[in-house]
């Protein structure tokens, strides 16, 4: 393992020419660092190939972790469960999250090129934590773009991440297998989804939260609706890959268009919970977007117009709106059980973020948006429910 030198950007670049020279047997040489930034916990930086042998790309990304160092964001976004593997667990800064990485890129990666979502996996080296990445070019973060005050603008870019986010599902419809035999070539545990579990603890938590803390109750065949909903992480008819965390801070805009970043919890789960993650304004983070009625109706049908075509049950607009509410259920859910208890260091690290709010106000907004969405769908049982606990966060 590397050990974190003084300069970490020189130590990035000193491990990747040696992973590089390792992997085409003759000398790579990289300079011109760049220092992209990064979560905290990671080191992200940009460099040119100056002696490139074997035809890789002019300038490539890397990207190196570091455990020991402070994340920020590593608190709203609990760890992958751990495999049990001291050997899994110890070659990523958060249980299996590294590894889960490199097996997102490599599936990512096999795609055809007009369908990959991010960055190509070039190398990567798991006792180094470091990726070797090809470089996106010059992009503008989604945070500057969806807090613009051209109205326009902000929607134009909330439907064409939409849009991005259908494509992949379209692409990746189907290769479920093909997945699960990275992750158990990695010496991961073929479970796509590393976040059910967590989902299965806010199902647990949370009515007993609201009402302690809010004195809210929460009706039974809403507890039920939301039980029912989140076995959608693991099973159901619309599975498509998802990167899973996508925070404004992890989606840029360039030439190629939208791509997404950060396949630490990449996996397969119901598709309709990531336009719905979209819909609610990021629910694993603080990040706030103004989302006005018509402008989250306009991602919705910027995605199903992506995806329709794989999945003709998404066409009939009540069976849509109806699992459309109840994915935002889920969501409204998780993150009150991650945000509602003031934990300083989660709300401290989602504070950091490009488009970080107050909490409550966060939250508040987010049931609102469940309670449109129930209304929308008939479901007068849950649209009641979200309103009471949107009043009680006022």
């Known amino acids: 393992m590397t050990a974190l ?22 000398t790579v040489t990289l300079v011109d660092p760049i220092d992209l930034g990064g979560s905290g916990r990671s080191v992200v930086v940009r460099v040119r190939v100056a002696e490139n042998p074997f035809s890789l790309p ?3 990304v890397l990207k ?40 997102s890129y490599r599936f990512t990666t096999a795609l055809p090129v007009e369908s990959r979502p991010g960055a ?13 990445l090809s470089d996106l070019g010059d992009s503008t973060p989604f945070a500057e773009l969806v807090r613009g005050a051209d109205s326009d603008s902000v929607t134009n870019n909330l439907m064409a991440a939409s849009q991005a986010l259908g494509r992949m599902h379209a692409a990746t419809v189907g290769r479920e297998e093909d997945f699960s035999v990275l ?26 939260m609201l009402a302690t803390r809010l004195g809210v109750s929460v009706p039974d065949e809403v507890v039920d609706t939301v039980r029912e909903n989140a076995e959608f992480f693991r099973s159901g008819g619309f ?26 919890a990449g996996g397969f789960r119901d598709a309709m919970f990531d336009i719905a993650y979209a819909r609610m304004s990021f629910p694993g983070c603080l990040c706030r977007v103004d989302l006005p009625a018509d402008r989250a109706d306009a991602m919705a049908d910027a995605w199903r117009a992506e995806v329709v075509g794989m999945w ?32 300083d260091e ?31 769908a008939g479901d007068t049982a849950l649209a009641d429910h979200a309103t009471s606990v949107a009043a009680v966060l006022a």
């Open 64 to 103: 190196q972790f570091h455990p020991s160092r402070k994340a920020h964001d590593s608190a709203a976004f609990p760890a992958a469960p751990s495999t049990g593997s001291s050997a899994a667990d110890d070659a990523s800064p958060g249980g299996t999250s590294f590894l889960r990485e490199i097996v």
């Open 312 to 343: 003709p049950a998404l066409a009939d607009d009540e069976f849509f709106a109806a699992r459309i509410a109840r994915a935002e259920l889920v969501w409204a859910w998780w993150s009150t059980y991650l945000f509602l208890p003031g934990d």
């Open 346 to 376: 989660r709300v401290a690290a989602a504070g950091t973020h490009s488009l970080a709010a107050p909490r409550l106000d966060v939250l508040r907004q987010r049931w609102i948006q469940v309670a449109r969405s129930a209304e929308r």
């Open 183 to 208: 992750l158990r070539r990695a010496g991961l545990p073929a479970e796509n989804d590393p976040t059910a579990d967590h989902i299965d603890d806010a199902v647990a938590a949370l009515p007993a």
């Open 58 to 60: 002019r300038t490539l």
């Open 120 to 132: 190509e996996l070039i190398a990567a080296d798991p006792d180094d934590r470091l990726l070797v």
């Open 239 to 264: 599975r498509a890959f998802s990167s899973f965390d996508l925070c404004p801070d992890n989606v840029i805009i360039g030439a190629e268009g939208v791509r997404f970043l950060d396949y630490e």
């Open 5 to 26: 030198l003084a300069d970490p950007v020189s130590e990035v670049v000193a491990a990747a020419e040696t992973l590089l020279t390792r992997r085409t047997g003759a």
